[in-house]
């Protein structure tokens, strides 16, 4: 792994996990400040009123989105990462610090294939799936290869380790 690419992986990280602490920390004040927060900007308020101004504008999103799109390809990888945590309502996070320890702990492999990782590459695996009661701590968190978080899916990385040898 070359100099770019791991600034390059630093960078995806960063922006995935500000966003992550961000809605965390939000959720949890309002939670429970529901009463002091009147100048709380209900999220779902403002995606209701992007909503609106979408359907009476719908030629400016598209060409918006379009050209993010075309700009951003690994955000927009991260971000629907982070669509998928929070429809998943997963308990816990993780700092930047500890995936970048967990990187390195990995020596940037994938934690199942042993596959070099770089920042196009990597994803973030839940040894075991939210799906199935895992956390969003970082003890329950691995890279991995894109290949074996599909593969893996919904098994944990137990049961995975053991399809992957026995298929050897
Ligand atoms: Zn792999």
Same mark, same amino acid.
């Given at each position: 792994?070359?100099?770019?690419?791991?600034?390059?992986?630093?960078?995806?990280?960063?922006?995935?996990?500000?966003?992550?602490?961000?809605?965390?920390?939000?959720?949890?004040? #309002?939670?429970?400040?529901?009463?002091?927060?009147?100048? #709380?900007?209900?999220?779902?308020?403002?995606?209701?009123?992007?909503?609106?101004?979408?359907?009476?504008?719908?030629?400016?999103?598209?060409?918006?989105?379009?050209?993010?799109?075309?700009?951003?390809?690994?955000?927009?990888?991260?971000?629907?990462?982070?669509?998928?945590?929070?429809?998943?309502?997963?308990?816990?996070?993780?700092?930047?610090?500890?995936?970048?320890?967990?990187?390195?702990?990995?020596?940037?492999?994938?934690?199942?294939?042993?596959?070099?990782?770089?920042?196009?590459?990597?994803?973030?695996?839940?040894?075991?799936?939210?799906?199935?009661?895992?956390?969003? #701590?970082?003890?329950?968190?691995?890279?991995?290869?894109?290949?074996?978080?599909?593969?893996? #899916?919904?098994?944990?990385?137990?049961?995975?380790?053991?399809?992957?040898?026995?298929?050897?």
């Amino acid at each position: 792994m070359n100099d770019s690419d791991d600034s390059f992986l630093r960078c995806l990280s960063i922006l995935i996990i500000r966003r992550m602490i961000k809605n965390a920390r939000q959720k949890e004040y #309002y939670n429970s400040h529901k009463e002091q927060c009147k100048g #709380y900007v209900d999220p779902e308020k403002t995606r209701e009123r992007g909503r609106r101004y979408r359907q009476r504008h719908p030629e400016v999103g598209r060409e918006r989105t379009n050209r993010w799109r075309k700009n951003n390809p690994g955000k927009l990888r991260a971000l629907k990462k982070q669509r998928r945590y929070r429809d998943c309502n997963a308990i816990g996070r993780f700092t930047l610090e500890e995936w970048n320890t967990k990187l390195e702990e990995y020596n940037y492999r994938c934690a199942y294939c042993g596959c070099e990782l770089n920042s196009d590459t990597v994803t973030i695996d839940h040894q075991i799936p939210l799906s199935r009661g895992g956390t969003n #701590y970082i003890e329950n968190i691995a890279p991995a290869c894109k290949i074996c978080n599909c593969k893996k #899916y919904t098994k944990t990385a137990e049961e995975y380790l053991s399809e992957l040898e026995s298929s050897i």
